[in-house]
């Protein structure tokens, strides 16, 4: 059988592969994102929840995404149509990878406001704004920079031009390596950071708060919020981890010789894959990448929790907010706190831009394989579009504050469609492509030998109960929602 070829090159090693992936979903999600939104829904049986869906759900569907990648080695779109062909069903699934892709630019429009704000935070930070700040100074600068559009859309700006640039050099040159330096230093801060709180925030009753069960403060709107975490959390949904699964080398069946012409055709400098008697198991990258996902989005909640519950003015429910007015709070108070602010809100940025760029990645892709112009031109056309969208999340938070629909801003409700209902019936559509209608053959053919024996277990977990709850939060947390 002939293996699909792609023209965008390769990964070095799985082990780019993997900080690339994790790059991608450890991001604004964990840092900025989990802790609100644990915080809003009362914690704990939050978390719990949220585990589960990761468990139940994500993981089996994160592993169908980079599987169907492999396989066609293309843009999302691009490789469901391939994947689908080969299958002899109906072409009509690529809507799906589209779909994921439409989805991806309206999250990257609010995703760059934010990053933006963490820009300004560093700018902040390398000012020595934070020393010895209270709670309620934080509180305050925070609200002001919300009220500045202008300075807002600055920092958008600044962050999308980032990110196009980053995609525009060519995602195995530029990002390959920047994650592998980038991913490290995170995890190192979050250590001083983590060891910081223990020794001097309220790290007792931060744990309490957020890994003790009670189950009187989940609704099913709730569990829609976790579910649709848990997708966005891990990027999937929306084809980056197809687009990423594309560039997995294919060892040891690859003909270099193909893909090397290929990749120079576009002007990426192809890796050869290194010597691998079998397929990389995608089974236990996707668990990596997960676990460690997961590890950092409860890291950061108990950093960020342990302050709050020691200033007497921050609130748990603090909303979008929490990070931004709490983390200057612990940085400010602490010895070092100004390197260790520069640092922490330098990678936050970081963190978000290996984000971005995955974000990016799929429609830039697709569209480079569909149209002759340059991958420069069609990122900066893709950044513009995002940019533009995000300037109705920039004036959600001043301007257009008070025009809401359903109690929802314009960015309460792109966040609500996109993470709660698009990534979810994406997923849904996923599980039941890869679980039922493409070929087991060609899935074992992926699978590899290593995952054999659980791959019983995920294909029962993916055609059935991941479906089944799925669609069961899905519809339970609308209707708690809107009736
Ligand atoms: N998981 C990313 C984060 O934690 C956000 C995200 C959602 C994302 N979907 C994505 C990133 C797709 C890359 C690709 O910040």
């Given at each position: 059988m002939k293996l699909q070829q792609g023209i965008h090159?390769?990964?070095?090693?799985r082990w780019t592969f993997i900080f690339a992936a994790t790059g991608a979903a450890v991001g604004l999600a964990n840092i900025w994102k989990f802790p609100y939104i644990a915080g809003e829904n009362g914690g704990g049986a939050f978390v719990l929840v949220y585990l589960f869906c990761v468990g139940l759900i994500g993981i089996p569907i994160m592993i169908a995404e980079a599987l169907i990648g492999r396989r066609g080695r293309m843009s999302p779109i691009n490789s469901m149509l391939y994947v689908a062909t080969e299958s002899n069903v109906s072409s009509g699934w690529s809507v799906v990878g589209g779909l994921g892709l439409l989805a991806g630019l309206c999250i990257l429009s609010f995703y760059s406001v934010i990053a933006g704000w963490a820009l300004h935070y560093w700018y902040l930070a390398f000012n020595d704004e934070f020393y010895q700040i209270t709670a309620k100074a934080s509180g305050f600068l925070f609200e002001e920079l919300l009220s500045r559009p202008a300075e807002l859309i600055a920092w958008h700006s600044a962050f999308i031009l980032l990110a196009v640039a980053i995609v525009a050099a060519g995602v195995v040159k530029g990002l390959g390596r920047a994650v592998m330096v980038i991913m490290p230093l995170?995890?190192?801060?979050?250590?001083?950071?983590?060891?910081?709180?223990?020794?001097?925030?309220?790290?007792?009753?931060?744990?309490?708060?957020?890994?003790?069960?009670?189950?009187?403060?989940?609704?099913?709107?709730?569990?829609?919020?976790?579910l649709g975490h848990a997708f966005f959390t891990l990027s999937i949904g929306m084809g980056a981890i197809m687009a990423y699964g594309a560039y997995i080398p294919h060892k040891p069946l690859v003909d270099s010789n193909v893909v090397s012409k290929?990749?120079?055709?576009?002007?990426?400098?192809?890796?050869?894959?290194?010597?691998?008697?079998?397929?990389?198991?995608?089974?236990?990258?996707?668990?990596?990448?997960?676990?460690?996902?997961?590890?950092?989005a409860i890291a950061v909640s108990l950093i960020i929790f342990s302050v709050v519950f020691s200033s007497p003015e921050l609130q748990a429910s603090g909303g979008p907010g929490l990070l931004f007015v709490s983390l200057p709070v612990a940085l400010g108070g602490m010895e070092g706190g100004y390197i260790m602010a520069l640092l922490f809100f330098g990678v936050i940025v970081l963190v978000a831009l290996s984000s971005a760029i995955a974000i990016l990645e799929p429609?830039?892709?697709?569209?480079?394989?569909?149209?002759?112009?340059?991958?420069?031109k069609i990122a900066l056309c893709v950044g513009f579009f995002a940019w533009f969208v995000g300037l109705g999340t920039v004036f959600s938070f001043n301007e257009w504050k008070q025009s809401t629909m359903l109690e929802m801003t314009f960015f309460d409700s792109l966040n609500f469609l996109t993470s709660n209902i698009v990534l979810p019936l994406a997923g849904l559509c996923i599980a039941i492509f890869v679980g039922w209608r493409m070929r087991p053959l060609h899935i074992i053919d992926e699978v590899g030998p290593i995952d054999q024996g659980p791959y019983k277990y995920w294909l029962r977990t993916l055609r059935v109960v991941s479906p089944v709850l799925l669609l069961i939060v899905f519809v339970m947390g609308l209707l708690d929602k809107f009736l």
């Open positions: 090159g390769n990964w070095a090693s995170f995890f190192v801060l979050l250590a001083v950071l983590l060891f910081y709180s223990v020794s001097n925030g309220a790290f007792a009753a931060s744990w309490q708060f957020l890994l003790s069960f009670d189950s009187s403060s989940l609704e099913w709107s709730s569990i829609l919020v976790a290929a990749a120079s055709d576009v002007g990426e400098n192809h890796h050869q894959p290194r010597g691998h008697p079998k397929k990389l198991s995608i089974a236990r990258m996707v668990l990596t990448i997960a676990a460690l996902d997961t590890i950092v429609t830039v892709a697709w569209l480079v394989e569909k149209r002759p112009y340059s991958r420069g």
